[in-house]
């Protein structure tokens, strides 16, 4: 079995471990005083949070609304148009939440569009999509940010500030969601360092490997700590240390309770995390199933 785990060097590492027990959510493996470290850091202190919600807040008392109304996700005969291109076809699906699935289908098919519908990167043409309970036709324009701080997004390009650190990069989503500065920056610093990017805090993106900045894009999109990751492509053409690394931190987060929506086509990806697995082919969703069946 292959794990996530931190290395002497404070690095995350895959290592094939017979202790998965350890990692597990509930369950972390905190080593009493005076025993043997086993190097296995718990989840707890990668994602020192859950994402199942805090007892009395207003949060838990959506998330229970959400709860009750079934699939965090559903399409009901989705189209999307671009003049007289259809990108997407009467699309109907659903996804529960915290389910980890795979978007597959050659180039043009439609898989960015797809997630771009779920945070109105994109309007749909036609049909509903009912998200978190709501319609997402029926959202208003002051809803938008609200339902958009529910993603983290992983772009293909990664879309960093060209003029902003790596350390910023991270930061300022924080600061948007009206963190102080001082505790934005230094959980910033945290994620990247489980990043593998503490040495690289200070550098600007154009100076980094594309590995490197999707990883700093990685560690951005789970900073805020999303009920929902969409990632497009996020270890296409990437270097194995930090495909390896990009996947280690989004199973990590995906065992906190997140739901993950990935657009790929990489089969190694899929292999080493198997899941439910849509394929689209110009726009129509041609196959579903579980991993390795499509
Ligand atoms: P994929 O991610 O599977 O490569 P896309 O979702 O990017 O596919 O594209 C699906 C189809 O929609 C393609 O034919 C593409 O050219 C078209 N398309 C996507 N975005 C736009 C846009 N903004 N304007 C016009 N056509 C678009």
Known sequence: MEEAIWDSQWRLVVRKTVLRHSLTREGPNIRKRGEKSTGIVPHST???????PARYS???????????LGPQFRFFGVSKRFGANLALSNLSLEIERGEWLYVTGPSGAGKSTFLKLFY?????????????????NRLSQKDIPFHRRRFGIIFQDFKLIANRSVMENVALVLEARGEAVAMAEKRAKNMLRHAGMEKRMHAMPQTLSGGEQQRVAVARA???QPEVILADEPTGSLDPRSADIIINLLSAY????????VATHDREL?????????????????ASGAGGAV
Not at 59 to 68: G, K
Request: aromatic share 4%; proline share 3%.
């Open 46 to 52: 990668l994602f020192p949070f859950s994402l199942r």
């Open 58 to 68: 207003a949060e838990s008392l959506m998330s229970s609304v959400d709860h009750a």
């Open 120 to 136: 109105l990167g994109e309007k749909t043409t036609s049909g509903e999509i009912l998200a978190f309970g709501a319609n997402m």
């Open 222 to 224: 789970i900073a805020g």
């Open 254 to 261: 995906h065992q906190r309770g997140a739901t993950v929506v």
């Open 270 to 286: 899929m292999a080493k995390k198997p899941a439910r697995v849509i394929q689209l082919d110009e726009g129509r969703l041609v």
